[in-house]
């Protein structure tokens, strides 16, 4: 969304920490003239569901830069094919030679994802996720997948 209007997204994204309130206020200030620098969209989501569990929870707030597009492994957000005004948050798992992404939750079980909806196009992705900024203690760029890269997790072939 322009203006960085946070969305809630489908998992289906302030304390004081050790470094102290300036370390943290300056480093959200370099990571934002980053951005505003290279002249990127920034979008930001929240996790409202277990389907990333456990590299996202429920109420974990991300940044998602809108021209960054999905490689396997990477964490993206994505318009809900069945519904477009919901954004989904899920682990490209694949990227097909004809240019859809197949898309994967990190917990199969709890995840509404490609194995339901198919392989999607790559003008459905919002952006790529690349910050968690809460909760505080886990605030930081996001984890490496939790299966080898280039390696389509369980329920993909």
Avoid: N
């Avoid at 994204?13 to 620098?37: E, F, K, S, W």
């Avoid at 396997?72 to 989904?88: E, F, H, T």
């Amino acid at each position: 969304m322009a203006g960085g209007a946070t969305l809630p997204a489908v998992g289906y994204t302030d304390g004081v920490t050790a470094g102290g309130y300036p370390r943290r206020l300056l480093g959200m200030a370099v990571a934002a003239g980053a951005i505003a620098v290279a002249g990127r969209q920034v979008t930001r989501v929240e996790v409202r569901g277990r389907s990333m569990a456990p590299t996202l929870l429920p109420g974990d707030r991300m940044v998602a830069i809108t021209c960054l597009r999905g490689r396997p492994g990477d964490i993206v957000a994505v318009r809900d094919p069945r519904l477009p005004s919901r954004l989904l948050v899920k682990r490209v798992a694949a990227v097909e030679a004809d240019a859809g992404l197949q898309l994967s939750g990190d917990d199969p079980a709890a995840s509404t994802d490609s194995r339901t909806f198919g392989a999607i196009p790559p003008a459905l992705v919002a952006g790529r996720v690349v910050w968690r900024y809460w909760p505080p203690e886990r605030r930081g760029t996001m984890a490496a997948p939790t299966h080898a890269p280039g390696k389509a997790p369980r329920g993909f072939r």
